[in-house]
């Protein structure tokens, strides 16, 4: 910490710090304590450990499959319907874990943010990290299922990690919103399971956008229908191109959803030690 | 050299709100909507808040290397003025200007997970506090060593006894190498030996160094030990800043014995004030008066008493209610109701008391820790007892030995 630059702080009613994001970017590793411990945590008492992050999305891989192939008898297109539904499942799954860590990680760590000074965005930042650790066990499950059908992705896999980035983006812009919100009225916990199971059903995630031509401009309006397109488009060979314009609508809205997010949570985030 | 910090006119405000709770889930119910409308929509009912200024108008300077004491009793404001200087919370008044980078430590621990282990715990507390990894690594060795858990370095802390956890947690803020160091009233916990141990380090760092050192403490021994300066808080207002003897005989000599309530709710009956009796106290008596106030007339005045130790612990209370009715004032909607204890059996330290209005069937007013007093002892012991090993309470012993004759088996 022998740093020959002193740093001057002026404190303020109504000033944010000047070295906000510097501060952001020297609390890095605390970020990535702050994930550590989460996982550690969790799965410290669980004799299934890991094992736990995959139950969940096998199971409901099943029964979308289930519902949404057989009984509904969608078309799959190319790939086999399991594929189709897990490659929506993951950019969801992944969207869920994140969103609901980071609207519960305020209150969470209601004893950090009484007690220490730390840029308060590191607390959401680092549950979505957690979250991105358990979609990495997830696509394990993804291997998995392709090799079983031997089913090998072509060259637009490459493109994944920017649909990867537009989920974190929604869910990091949502889950800001929310955690903010929740500081305050505790009301809003009620709200994200809620928002998640509609959210489930609003989002093609058991099946494929192409069975809803006339809907698709209002249906893009949800940033996660461009995310889980977009994941079918890199993981699933001969799924038909990306409109540019729907892509370009739910960019737009997760953008518009983490500008708004990161704008409220900082324009209350002075106050969080007192209201917490 | 221009002040590490300097504080202007600095002020904290803070609303104290009287919402009505419900007693049913549909009265919650009711009362959210309209109070979550009414917070929404900004136009927050005046009647229902109530401003309370924990600090005001607070103006000093800090030169670099200074060890400042911070002294007043308890709401004074003291946590208050270190949770804005550590940026947790926000000032609404007034500005503070820092040289150099904070970091502070306002409860021991802060960010321990129970399931984690010492070594575990170790690495996440000191990123919490601000240390980089590579730092902790350095110090690490060193940190396990002060702490005295070698053993216990791969158990989970919540496995830990109290005395472990707290020497481990400030064992890693004790290696903290701020330019400012802001320590809340935290060695209050601990066996003796520890503290002494953590009282010589902070001292180290300050004169070694030359950081800065702001210090809460109702140890008046361990202020004039490691400060310099004092500053004096009472009610939000800074009283007096100057050399720490000057500060701490005048604190003194103020006496934190008697404390005033404004009413939370004139509609029930409360507690107006509550007094210490400081010459009684000087004579080795407790004497303690409550004033209280009612809208109707309590049928039986009822007040209850509960000393604490400086750790806020009970040591002994008493009430009018349990004493049926050998307590039979008559109704009264004011007045002052006394007690006394004459000899006070407790050793020679720092004591709180809480007190309780009521009338034969139930509470109407608490005041927790309303005030706090310094109790002198008049017994002598040639060797002082160490309150904190045999405990506070002074009680009669009355000893005697049985000579072993030679007739004994």
Redesign the interface.
């Known amino acids: ?3 020959s630059a ?9 000033r944010s ?1 000047r070295h906000y994001w510097a501060d952001l970017w ?2 890095r ?2 970020l990535g ?1 702050l994930a550590w ?1 989460d996982i ?2 969790r799965y ?2 669980a004799a299934l450990g890991v094992a736990w992050a995959l139950v969940q999305p096998a199971v409901t891989l099943a029964v979308f499959t289930f519902i949404f192939g057989r009984l509904a008898g969608m078309p799959a297109g190319h790939a086999p319907y399991p594929l189709l539904v897990l490659a929506g499942l993951l950019p969801w799954q992944l969207f869920a874990a994140a969103f609901a860590n980071a609207s519960g990680s305020l209150v969470a760590n209601t ?8 840029p308060r965005l590191i607390v959401p930042l680092s549950s979505v990290a957690v979250a991105l650790i358990d979609f990495a066990v997830v696509l394990i499950l993804l291997v998995a299922l392709c090799s079983w059908w031997r089913f090998v992705p072509d060259w637009r896999l490459v493109f994944l990690p920017a649909f990867i980035l537009l989920t974190l983006v929604t869910a990091l812009g949502t889950g800001l919103w929310l955690t903010a919100l929740t500081v305050r ?1 505790r ?1 809003f916990r009620f709200v994200v399971p809620f928002l998640l199971q509609v959210g489930l059903f609003l989002s093609p995630v058991g099946f494929s956008t192409t069975n809803l031509p006339n809907w698709r401009f209002l249906y893009s309006l949800n940033p996660m229908v461009g995310a889980i397109d977009g994941f079918r488009w890199c993981l699933l060979r001969g799924e038909p191109a990306l409109d540019p314009v729907h892509l370009g609508l739910s960019v737009v809205m997760s953008a518009g959803l983490l500008a708004s997010g990161l704008w409220y949570f900082r324009r209350m985030e ?2 969080f ?2 209201v917490i | 050299m221009p002040p590490v910090i300097s504080v202007t006119d600095l002020g904290k405000r803070y609303f104290l709100s009287h919402e009505r709770k419900g007693d049913t889930l549909r009265d919650s119910l009711a009362l959210g909507a309209r109070g979550l409308w009414r917070r929404l929509s900004r136009r927050a009912d005046p009647a229902a808040r109530e401003e309370f200024w924990a600090l005001r108008d607070v103006s000093f300077e800090v030169a670099q290397g200074d060890v400042i004491g911070i002294i007043g009793r308890n709401g004074a404001g003291k946590s208050t003025l270190l949770k804005v200087l550590s940026r947790i919370t926000e000032p609404t008044a007034g500005r503070a200007v820092i040289r150099g980078r904070v970091a502070s430590l306002l409860e021991v621990g802060t960010g321990f997970h129970p399931e984690l282990s010492g070594r575990e715990n170790i690495y996440l507390n000191g990123a919490i506090l601000g240390m980089p990894r590579e730092e902790i690594r350095r110090k690490f060795d060193e940190i396990v060593a002060f702490a005295e858990v070698e053993r216990f370095l791969d158990t989970q802390v919540k496995h830990y006894s109290s005395g472990m956890y707290v020497r481990l947690a400030f064992a890693v803020a004790a290696h903290l190498e701020p330019e400012i160091l802001i320590v809340d009233e935290v060695l209050a916990v601990g066996d003796a030996a520890f503290q002494k141990k953590c009282l010589g380090k902070m001292g180290e760092v300050a004169r070694d160094s030359g950081r800065t050192v702001l210090f809460v403490s109702h140890n008046t021994a361990a202020l004039q030990a490691i400060c310099r300066t004092g500053l004096w808080l009472q009610q939000g207002r800074l009283v007096r800043q100057g050399p720490i003897n000057d500060c701490l005989s005048a604190y003194l000599a103020a006496g934190a014995e008697s404390a005033v309530f404004a009413p939370a709710d004139p509609g029930r009956p409360h507690i107006t004030a509550v007094t210490v009796d400081r010459e009684a106290l000087a004579a080795g008596r407790l004497r303690i008066s409550v004033g209280f106030k009612s809208p109707f007339p309590l049928g039986r005045p009822v007040v209850g008493i509960i000393l604490h130790n400086k750790f806020g612990q009970p040591l002994a209370g008493s009430n009018g209610r349990m004493l049926g009715e050998r307590w039979a004032p008559p109704a009264a909607a004011a007045g002052v109701v006394t007690a006394e204890i004459n000899p006070l059996p407790l050793h020679s330290d720092t004591y709180r008391a809480s007190v309780y209005l009521g009338d034969a069937a139930q509470d109407y007013d608490e005041k927790r820790e309303a005030v706090e007093f310094d109790f002198v002892s008049p017994r002598f012991y040639p060797q002082a007892p160490r309150v904190d090993v045999i405990g506070q309470v002074d009680l009669p012993w009355q000893w005697s030995l049985a000579p072993d004759g030679p007739r004994a088996s």
């Open positions: 910490m022998a740093n002193v740093p001057v702080s002026i404190l303020e009613a109504g710090s020297r609390y590793e605390l304590f411990r550690k945590v410290k008492q004893h950090l943010i009484s007690k220490v000074y730390f009225y009301d002075r106050t030690a007192d």
